[in-house]
């Protein structure tokens, strides 16, 4: 079941129809509040959550689900007229999966749907030496302690693990991760990697820093 939180009614109308007529099962839902009711009987397998809502915005729905075991897991995707780099950067570090900038197509949003399904459904849990790291339940432990990332840093983390030994350029990190349509600088792969490391603690030389090329995931070597 996918959830469409939309005040709009023609807007939320069109999703839940596009939904269905893709073979998924949607329902719409006019305010959070509802919608947060509603989570006491049943789990959605995905959420299109609108920001600007009246009383409880998306923002603060979005919180209370992170803040809550039960319902952290939830895939979330952001829908919003405000498609600023920053409200873009914002949504994705409170953990949303993707964003959908207003107005936007039927296809793009069922084809975001799918893609997001598609990485939820593969459990993928990568290890190297003291760093584990679950791409479902987007959990990092660091010595089984439990680190909080950003969307950015957990997805750079990610392709490192997956890839040990492979170098990745500064601009191939900044497409990869942020995307060709982010407005922004490969500075932006330094500044992260940065705190990536300072967030891994004793494992932070792990990264690897190629000169004058970028960055790699040591080469495992682990006995």
Same mark, same amino acid.
């Given at each position: #079941?996918? /959830?469409?939180?939309?005040?709009?009614? +023609? *807007? @939320?109308? !069109?999703?839940?129809?596009?939904?269905?007529?893709?073979? %998924?099962?949607? =329902?719409?839902?006019?305010?959070?509040? $509802?919608?947060?009711?509603?989570?006491?009987?049943?789990?959605?397998? &995905? *959420?299109?959550?609108?920001?600007?809502?009246?009383?409880?915005?998306?923002?603060? %729905?979005?919180?209370? &689900?992170? +803040?809550?075991?039960?319902? =952290?897991?939830?895939? !979330? !995707? #952001?829908? +919003?007229?405000?498609?600023?780099?920053?409200?873009?950067?914002?949504?994705?570090?409170?953990?949303?999966?993707?964003?959908?900038?207003?107005? %936007?197509? #039927?296809?793009?949003?069922?084809?975001?749907?799918?893609?997001?399904? @598609?990485?939820?459904?593969? +459990?993928?849990? &990568?290890?190297?030496?003291?760093?584990?790291?679950?791409?479902?339940?987007?959990?990092?432990?660091?010595? =089984?302690?439990?680190?909080?990332?950003?969307?950015?840093?957990?997805? $750079? $983390?990610?392709?490192?693990?997956?890839?040990?030994?492979?170098?990745?350029? @500064?601009?191939?990190?900044?497409?990869? *991760? /942020?995307?060709?349509?982010? &407005?922004?600088?490969?500075?932006?792969?330094? #500044?992260?990697?940065?705190?990536?490391?300072?967030?891994?603690?004793?494992?932070?030389?792990?990264?690897?820093?190629?000169?004058?090329?970028?960055? @790699?995931?040591?080469?495992?070597?682990?006995?």
């Amino acid at each position: #079941m996918i /959830w469409c939180i939309e005040d709009d009614a +023609s *807007i @939320r109308d !069109i999703e839940v129809y596009a939904l269905t007529s893709s073979n %998924f099962e949607a =329902q719409g839902f006019e305010t959070a509040s $509802l919608a947060l009711a509603a989570l006491t009987k049943t789990i959605p397998g &995905l *959420i299109i959550l609108d920001i600007m809502l009246p009383g409880m915005d998306g923002v603060e %729905f979005l919180k209370k &689900l992170k +803040s809550n075991n039960k319902y =952290q897991d939830i895939p !979330i !995707i #952001m829908a +919003s007229a405000k498609g600023s780099e920053f409200d873009k950067v914002k949504a994705l570090d409170l953990g949303v999966d993707d964003y959908l900038v207003k107005p %936007f197509g #039927m296809l793009e949003m069922v084809s975001r749907v799918k893609a997001v399904l @598609r990485r939820y459904h593969k +459990s993928t849990i &990568l290890n190297r030496q003291g760093i584990t790291l679950d791409s479902v339940k987007r959990i990092v432990t660091v010595d =089984q302690h439990k680190v909080d990332l950003t969307y950015k840093e957990f997805e $750079l $983390l990610n392709l490192f693990l997956a890839h040990p030994g492979r170098v990745y350029t @500064r601009d191939e990190l900044f497409n990869t *991760i /942020w995307g060709q349509d982010y &407005l922004g600088e490969s500075r932006t792969v330094d #500044m992260h990697i940065r705190s990536l490391r300072r967030k891994l603690g004793n494992y932070s030389s792990l990264i690897e820093t190629v000169r004058n090329v970028g960055y @790699r995931m040591e080469e495992k070597n682990d006995k």
